[in-house]
């Protein structure tokens, strides 16, 4: 399915022997080190199918070769045999926790090495000091799955196939965000591979400048190869969706913002709200999560959501982590973006939100669009009860302790079929997200906020940290990273070398 590519690969052969040299280079010297057991390279079967598992097709670029380390010590080994091999910054690679995000390159490479974490996804419980000591490359599901059977709960994402790693130190959101903090708040320690081949562990008593950068600074420092969640003691949670048509769009923005506002007088709940349009149904629908974190039904919190009639479909049940995230996977297999926006938690914002995604539909509809496709809005509280959290906890990098107002975080979900329609698709949510922002400074209820987890490529994540937090992530690059490696060798993610 990897059309689009096909040609870029077939180009990148014709720009002759010069590319295949450094790719025979840089995957020998890996080979050289002692991995060679380690390495797959195109037309292996391992190698289909870790390319295939990326999630959105727009992400399934075709790398040199692909290295599947097994442990920290083989992380270790990768990164010294690269940066060793490396002469004039051409030896680039790309490091891959999940391979959830959606845009091409982020982690994952076309001319260079992919270091690819998935076979690093254990989960174990260490019961002496409530931490979770989860390896990066695990998705969701196996960390629920581990934690469920033992009655141990732990913040993390929502949906089962996401990536540790990626979501844990880009911020993460989750259920237990009003009572915890964001994921990367419940984070205990990591251990890093630095540019060095170094393994160093950081936490709030060593290396205390990279725990608290790697808490939204992603891949800025070294390769995370284990993270130690903070873990509570764990219950049925009451959760699942309810549809409903398009017709109760004015309720639920009510419902939504009042949710949010009062989040902070009963911390256990977490509403979604999307407005869905898919060529399938040929009508927009709303898709409401809802979850509470501990066994209740229908809690007052719900009330106004419950009020709002005509549902369509009801799941809602008590039952585990396991069982909810599964039900919250989006369907792989499509070409994808998701491009973000923060706003102050006000109805006309939202309300400008939905309008705009039906226009966004209309537009694709008039463009006739080929193939299936998806024009999906979500909405999803950042209320300052969250930040409260993660001050408490001793504080991330996000810079949502600014601001003093309840946000809303909202997503533009956008997927297709066929890399010809790529430019269109990205080109008309850049355009909504471009007026939705434009509509909330008009009227005084912007937020410079970008979530990096949900951000485009050309966003800008890491600009609107505030220059406090982009100072000590600066340093922390310089004194982990001196040489620059995970910013000239590792080109994918947001880089804060090329923040001014
Ligand atoms: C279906 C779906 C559901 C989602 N649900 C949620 C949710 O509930 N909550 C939420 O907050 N977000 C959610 N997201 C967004 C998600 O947080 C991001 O897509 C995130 O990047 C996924 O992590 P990953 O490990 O899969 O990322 P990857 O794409 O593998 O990596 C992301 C970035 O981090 C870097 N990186 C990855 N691993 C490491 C490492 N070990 N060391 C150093 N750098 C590394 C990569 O190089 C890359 O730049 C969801 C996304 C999808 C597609
Ligand atoms: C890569 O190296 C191998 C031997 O290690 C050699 O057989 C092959 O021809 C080389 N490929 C290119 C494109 O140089
Ligand atoms: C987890 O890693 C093991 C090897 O350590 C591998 O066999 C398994 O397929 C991996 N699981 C997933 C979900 O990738
Ligand atoms: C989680 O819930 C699902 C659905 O009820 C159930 O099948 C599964 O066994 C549960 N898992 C654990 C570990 O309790
Ligand atoms: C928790 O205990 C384990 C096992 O002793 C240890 O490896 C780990 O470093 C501890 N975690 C923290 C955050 O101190
Ligand atoms: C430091 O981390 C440990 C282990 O996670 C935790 O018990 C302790 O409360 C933390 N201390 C501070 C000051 O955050
Ligand atoms: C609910 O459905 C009824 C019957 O179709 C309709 O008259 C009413 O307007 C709907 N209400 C909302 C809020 O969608
Ligand atoms: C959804 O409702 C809005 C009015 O709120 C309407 O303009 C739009 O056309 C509807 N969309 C679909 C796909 O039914
Ligand atoms: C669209 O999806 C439907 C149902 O999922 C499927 O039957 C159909 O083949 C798809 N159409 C295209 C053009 O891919």
């Given at each position: 399915m990897r059309l689009g590519f096909s040609t870029a690969a077939l180009l990148s052969a014709a720009a002759g022997s010069l590319a295949s040299d450094l790719a025979n280079v840089t995957c020998g010297a890996l080979a050289d080190a002692g991995l060679a057991s380690r390495i797959t390279y195109p037309g292996s079967t391992i190698y289909e199918e870790r390319v295939d598992s990326y999630w959105s097709l727009t992400a399934q670029l075709t790398p040199w070769c692909i290295l599947q380390p097994h442990n920290a010590k083989e992380v270790s080994t990768a990164v010294k045999a690269l940066v060793k091999a490396n002469k004039k910054e051409e030896c680039l690679f790309a490091v891959r926790s999940g391979g959830h995000t959606t845009w091409p390159g982020a982690a994952n490479i076309e001319n260079g090495i992919t270091i690819d974490l998935g076979l690093m996804n254990s989960t174990t419980y260490i019961a002496s000091n409530n931490t979770a000591q989860v390896l990066p490359g695990s998705r969701w599901l196996g960390v629920y799955e581990t934690l469920d059977a033992l009655g141990i709960a732990a913040a993390g994402g929502r949906a089962a196939t996401v990536g540790v790693a990626g979501l844990a130190i880009g911020g993460g959101n989750s259920f237990y965000a009003a009572r915890k903090g964001l994921v990367c708040d419940n984070i205990a320690q990591y251990e890093v591979v630095l540019a060095s081949g170094e393994i160093i562990y950081a936490n709030n008593k060593t290396n205390t400048d990279l725990f608290r950068a790697l808490k939204g600074g992603t891949g800025n420092f070294g390769i995370v190869t284990r993270l130690d969640l903070e873990t509570f003691q764990g219950q049925d949670l009451w959760g699942g969706v309810v549809t409903y048509p398009n017709s109760t769009t004015d309720a639920q923005i009510e419902a939504f913002v009042n949710f949010g506002n009062n989040i902070v007088n009963d911390q256990y709940g977490?509403?979604?709200?999307?407005?869905?349009?898919?060529?399938?149904?040929?009508?927009?629908?709303?898709?409401?999560?809802?979850?509470?974190?501990?066994?209740?039904?229908?809690?007052?919190?719900?009330?106004?959501?419950?009020?709002?009639?005509?549902?369509?479909?009801?799941?809602?049940?008590?039952?585990?982590?396991?069982?909810?995230?599964?039900?919250?996977?989006?369907?792989?297999?499509?070409?994808?973006?998701?491009?973000?926006?923060?706003?102050?938690?006000?109805?006309?914002?939202?309300?400008?939100?939905?309008?705009?995604?039906?226009?966004?539909?209309?537009?694709?509809?008039?463009?006739?669009?080929?193939?299936?496709?998806?024009?999906?809005?979500?909405?999803?509280?950042?209320?300052?009860?969250?930040?409260?959290?993660?001050?408490?906890?001793?504080?991330?990098?996000?810079?949502?302790?600014?601001?003093?107002?309840?946000?809303?975080?909202?997503q533009t979900y956008l997927a297709w079929e066929g890399a010809e329609q790529d430019d269109f698709f990205q080109s008309t949510g850049d355009w909504y997200i471009a007026q939705l922002s434009a509509y909330a400074k008009s009227i005084g209820k912007d937020n410079p906020y970008i979530y990096l987890d949900y951000a485009y490529a050309t966003q800008k994540p890491l600009e609107n940290y505030g220059a406090v937090n982009i100072a000590k992530i600066k340093a922390a690059a310089k004194k982990y990273d001196p040489t620059g490696v995970f910013q000239k060798l590792v080109p994918g993610g947001f880089k804060i070398s090329k923040v001014q």
């Open positions: 977490s509403a979604i709200v999307i407005w869905q349009y898919t060529t399938q149904n040929a009508a927009t629908i709303l898709i409401n999560a809802y979850e509470y974190t501990k066994p209740q039904a229908w809690p007052p919190a719900f009330d106004e959501f419950k009020a709002i009639p005509n549902r369509t479909s009801d799941s809602m049940r008590f039952t585990n982590m396991t069982d909810l995230t599964i039900e919250l996977e989006q369907a792989a297999g499509y070409r994808d973006t998701f491009i973000t926006l923060t706003f102050v938690n006000d109805k006309r914002v939202v309300k400008k939100a939905v309008d705009l995604h039906n226009i966004v539909v209309e537009k694709v509809k008039a463009h006739k669009a080929t193939g299936n496709w998806t024009v999906q809005d979500m909405v999803q509280p950042i209320p300052t009860i969250f930040t409260k959290h993660s001050v408490e906890k001793g504080g991330n990098m996000l810079g949502l302790d600014r601001f003093d107002e309840n946000l809303v975080l909202f």
